[in-house]
């Protein structure tokens, strides 16, 4: 990377600032079906296996856009992509907040999804592109720091605030912001420090999209990171962005706002813990075996919830908050799918890592509601239905294995040595 100026060198925190300001949005946009699972259960008078494919919604738009996303930060360049989000997420959220019926709440959902599914591949090619290539996952796990402040806000905030103001009223609020973060984006943001000084964007030879992408793919090395990702991202995003107050609820006995606060746990330890296993990753100069510890702590904690045991409640917080930390681990999967390829390929490598992870919500959120319906006894709650142990054991197991198989995956990971290892033929 060319020495930058001092303008070029303020200029790119105040670009990443706003960056991940819109990552924050993105992540409270993500996880906020959680928070209000049992409003919504009501608000639509639908079944758990109809909820499911509501908050799925989100993610399977998402993982559609992720390779589309990364040939476009590749190639249009993050500032527009990241413009055009902001307006298509705000369209959404406003929809979704008036939604009288479950099917605009769908389409409502559905624009969301499209909309803030740019912004992290986005931020991964401006990061790229504007700092050392050694301090990429240590910046990495700074912005996931700053975005899980949205999943935070996810838990108990929007809990609370949804019980004051209506759970519609939040929604079109955060329509609001996305159009005024879309301004901003335009103002601040360039694609590269020579867009910055006056230069034109750097030109990406479009002709070779297809084999770029066809290269990301044919490389082996990159599939482990994917299926890490894959394996842990999806079991959290399958869990933490739906069913985990419900379960909380149902199986412990637990009040919301006790429940929401282990949601929260979870959310800040895992915002805690990006930032402090990138860092440590970039210090010892290693991915897998960072990797490998926290994916099997990961495991552990989900075969403890899977078995449902009653435990005290500083012990279930604990429980959570390290639930948190080691998910945490997963943030290294970019870096990982990053450095066996291309550097002038990082929004693609990075797209098809990360493509996992949001296919797994998008398709076991449903079924883990669809199996749960099966184990229903019939017993209603305020308006939604409720589930016991046996219904939620089965649910939970499929998340479970989900987590396995990602812990599994990190043993054929490439060690790269934080560095590009990617040799051309």
């Not at 099966?374 to 209603?380: E, F």
């Amino acid at each position: 990377m060319k020495s930058l100026s001092p303008a070029q060198r303020r200029s790119r925190w105040w670009i990443l600032g706003v960056v991940a300001v819109t990552y924050v949005l993105s992540f409270f946009q993500r996880f906020a079906p959680a928070g209000i699972a049992q409003d919504l259960a009501a608000s639509f008078q639908t079944s758990a296996a109809s909820l499911g494919v509501l908050a799925a919604t989100y993610f399977y738009v998402y993982t559609v856009m992720q390779i589309p996303t990364g040939i476009l930060a590749d190639t249009l360049g993050p500032r527009r992509i990241l413009v055009l989000g902001c307006l298509i997420g705000g369209i959404g959220s406003f929809l979704f907040g008036f939604a009288p019926t479950l099917d605009q709440a769908l389409m409502g959902r559905t624009l969301v999804g499209l909309g803030v599914s740019v912004t992290f591949i986005a931020m991964l090619k401006l990061v790229a592109v504007w700092f050392e290539e050694n301090r990429f996952a240590t910046l990495v796990g700074v912005c996931m720091l700053i975005g899980n402040l949205g999943s935070v806000l996810a838990g108990a905030p929007l809990s609370t605030l949804a019980q004051i103001t209506g759970w519609r009223g939040v929604f079109i609020g955060v329509g609001a912001v996305s159009l005024v973060l879309g301004v901003l984006c335009w103002i601040m943001v360039r694609d590269s420090p020579q867009q910055h000084e006056g230069g034109s964007r750097p030109v990406f030879d479009r002709t070779v999209v297809i084999s770029g992408l066809l290269s990301v793919i044919r490389n082996r090395a990159t599939w482990p990171a994917a299926l890490v990702n894959t394996g842990m991202s999806g079991s959290f995003f399958t869990f933490a962005g739906l069913w985990a107050t419900p379960y909380l609820v149902q199986v412990h006995g637990l009040s919301r706002a006790v429940a929401t606060t282990h949601l929260s746990l979870w959310f800040g330890g895992f915002a805690i813990g990006c930032f402090f296993i990138g860092t440590i990753s970039d210090r010892l100069g290693r991915r897998k075996p960072v990797l490998i510890v926290t994916s099997h702590v990961f495991v552990a904690i989900w075969l403890v919830l899977l078995s449902c045991i009653t435990m005290p409640l500083s012990l279930s917080y604990a429980l959570f908050a390290l639930l948190g930390l080691s998910t945490a681990g997963f943030s290294l999967t970019w870096a990982c799918a990053k450095e066996v390829n291309p550097p002038l390929l990082s929004g693609m490598s990075t797209s098809v890592a990360n493509m996992g992870g949001f296919m797994a919500g998008a398709l076991l959120q449903p079924l883990v509601g669809w199996v749960m319906d099966r184990g229903w006894q019939g017993a209603m709650v305020s308006g939604a239905r409720f589930y016991d142990v046996a219904a939620w054991q089965g649910g939970v197991l499929i998340v479970t294995l989900c987590a396995a198989m990602g812990a599994a995956a990190t043993w054929w990971l490439v060690e790269t040595g934080c560095r590009n290892i990617w040799k051309s033929d």
